[in-house]
């Protein structure tokens, strides 16, 4: 079963309660509008409807995956502080200056 086949069986609005996805992204996910959401949300919310429902959607997962490995600039994906790096050199923390003078 595919989710174009879910999504005739049930409302959207039906599988956005029972898997409280939005049904925004629902709708963006049957619409394989994949750039309307990050690489782990799509991933997820696909992961959610197999579980809730029983199915098998490989094929949706396959298509995902093809559009995130052709469109790497996935920003959503970063993991990692934005803030900036010191360099390690001359200025230093009063602490690392009495521990060199001792």
Same mark, same amino acid.
């Given at each position: 079963?595919?989710?174009n086949e879910?999504? /005739?069986?049930?409302?959207?609005r039906e599988i956005s309660g029972r898997t409280r996805i939005a049904v925004e992204n629902? /709708?963006? !996910?049957?619409e394989k509008e994949?750039?309307?959401m990050r690489k782990v949300q799509a991933f997820g919310f696909i992961n959610i409807i197999e579980r809730e429902y029983g199915?098998? $959607?490989s094929d949706l997962k396959r298509e995902a995956t093809e559009y995130y490995s052709?469109?790497?600039s996935d920003t959503g994906s970063k993991i990692y502080s934005e803030s900036p790096v010191? /360099?390690?050199g001359g200025g230093g923390n009063?602490?690392?200056?009495? !521990? $060199?003078f001792v």
């Open positions: 079963m595919q989710l879910i999504i /005739e069986n049930y409302s959207i629902i /709708e963006h !996910l049957a994949w750039g309307a199915v098998d $959607l052709s469109h790497s010191r /360099e390690h009063l602490f690392s200056k009495i !521990l $060199l």
